[in-house]
């Protein structure tokens, strides 16, 4: 498989898109399993995850709701740093049972703005679906990370999803910066 080139970086191959979809598939059973019975909501985070939604709804089989949130991320002027605000967050989420679906956790840090913004609607529980996961870039463990896709090294990545600086997200597999 070829490198590509996106803006001024270098990406080699890192999963293709065939495994990407086995993993998907076999991620969908489980969830098909674990949540018989209980009409879960997914709620995806935009941008990143608007691929993996789209595969791996489609291997759902269950009654469920789905939904879209998106984080922006500001560099604050005082010394708190990085200011998120979610926009779209379903607002009857109590009772409901919660699955956040993303692109990828990195630092976990967006994760846990959004886990803290669902937990204020006493949803029956929650549980974090991500494609991708850096272990060695988080920062502190999140329990609700129940289903992994695959466990990638502390490279930058992109494709399926993902972009650098806006593009790449319609590649079909994922790469990694060389
Ligand atoms: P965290 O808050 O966990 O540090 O980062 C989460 C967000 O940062 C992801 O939803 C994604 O938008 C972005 N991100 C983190 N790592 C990568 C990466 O390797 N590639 C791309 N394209 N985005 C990333």
């Given at each position: 498989?070829?490198?590509?080139?996106?803006?001024?970086?270098?990406?080699?191959?890192?999963?293709?898109?065939?495994?990407?979809?086995?993993?998907?598939?076999?991620?969908?059973?489980?969830?098909?399993?674990?949540?018989?019975?209980?009409?879960?909501?997914?709620?995806?985070?935009?941008?990143g995850?608007?691929?993996?939604?789209?595969?791996?709804?489609?291997?759902?089989?269950?009654?469920?709701?789905?939904?879209?949130?998106?984080?922006?991320s500001?560099?604050g002027?005082?010394?708190?740093?990085?200011?998120?605000e979610?926009?779209?967050?379903?607002?009857?989420?109590?009772?409901?049972?919660?699955?956040i679906?993303?692109?990828?956790?990195?630092?976990?840090?967006?994760?846990?703005?959004?886990?803290?913004?669902?937990?204020?609607?006493?949803?029956?529980?929650?549980?974090?679906?991500?494609?991708?996961?850096?272990?060695?870039?988080?920062?502190?463990?999140?329990?609700?990370?129940?289903?992994?896709?695959?466990?990638?090294?502390?490279?930058?990545?992109?494709?399926?999803?993902?972009?650098?600086?806006?593009l790449?997200?319609?590649?079909?597999?994922?790469?990694?910066?060389?």
């Amino acid at each position: 498989m070829n490198n590509v080139q996106v803006h001024d970086k270098e990406f080699e191959i890192l999963l293709e898109n065939d495994s990407i979809n086995k993993r998907i598939r076999l991620i969908g059973i489980q969830l098909n399993v674990d949540y018989e019975n209980r009409c879960p909501v997914f709620i995806g985070v935009l941008n990143g995850s608007f691929l993996f939604m789209a595969d791996l709804i489609k291997e759902i089989d269950i009654a469920c709701e789905i939904g879209f949130i998106r984080v922006a991320s500001y560099h604050g002027t005082e010394s708190v740093g990085e200011i998120k605000e979610a926009f779209g967050l379903p607002t009857d989420l109590k009772d409901r049972d919660v699955i956040i679906v993303e692109d990828i956790v990195d630092t976990g840090q967006t994760l846990k703005y959004i886990l803290a913004k669902v937990q204020q609607q006493e949803p029956a529980s929650v549980t974090v679906c991500s494609l991708l996961f850096k272990p060695a870039a988080l920062k502190e463990p999140i329990a609700e990370l129940n289903y992994v896709g695959f466990e990638i090294p502390n490279d930058f990545v992109v494709g399926y999803g993902l972009d650098y600086n806006g593009l790449g997200r319609n590649l079909k597999d994922i790469y990694r910066a060389v």
